[in-house]
């Protein structure tokens, strides 16, 4: 019994050393690739019409007072949203004047009203439709473009008033104490 056991571990002693170990297969790290550049875009060149503002502005004198009347038509943000703001103040020229000879600004209070509504363009007329019907009317603009382009030159309304394009109201923050 003895020499039955010796011969099979000697047997598996030359069958473990006879056997040829396969060496590990080293993987290859995967290929670098190339970070190609996203395409340049050019830079356009016409001018952001995603909002565009017209404005007009009529002082009248009275008395020692001057008032102020601006008109403001902001449309197409989003959709065919629109808003007119209409703005009223009044100051004192000379005040203001000896105000501003002295370095500060005159105050003055403003009465801002924003109507909101939608629009509609037709050939060559802009309609301002206001959400309150019952309390504002609707109001039609003649367009005039600018010679040999797409671009609005200005409106005139229907009491043959100018509105140049201005600048949009930048959002207001009001704070209290």
Do not use: H
């Not at 037709?122 to 003649?142: H, N, V």
């Amino acid at each position: 019994m003895k020499q039955l056991i010796m011969i099979t571990a000697l047997l598996m002693c030359f069958v473990g050393s006879a056997q040829k170990k396969k060496p590990r297969k080293v993987i290859p790290p995967p290929p670098v690739k190339e970070v190609l550049e996203p395409p340049k875009i050019q830079e356009l060149t016409v001018k952001d019409d995603s909002k565009k503002c017209f404005s007009f502005k009529m002082e009248e004198k009275k008395d020692s007072l001057v008032y102020v009347n601006e008109t403001l038509l902001e449309y197409g943000w989003n959709s065919d949203l629109a808003r007119m703001v209409i703005t009223t103040y009044d100051y004192d020229p000379i005040k203001k004047k000896e105000a501003k000879e002295a370095g500060y600004d005159l105050v003055q209070t403003e009465t801002m009203q924003f109507i909101d509504g939608v629009f509609k363009i037709e050939k060559r007329t802009f309609t301002f439709t206001p959400d309150k019907l019952d309390r504002f009317k609707a109001q039609l603009f003649k367009i005039t473009y600018k010679p040999k382009a797409k671009e609005i030159e200005f409106l005139i309304d229907e009491n043959n008033n100018k509105l140049q394009p201005g600048e949009c109201l930048q959002p207001m923050v009001m704070m209290s104490m």
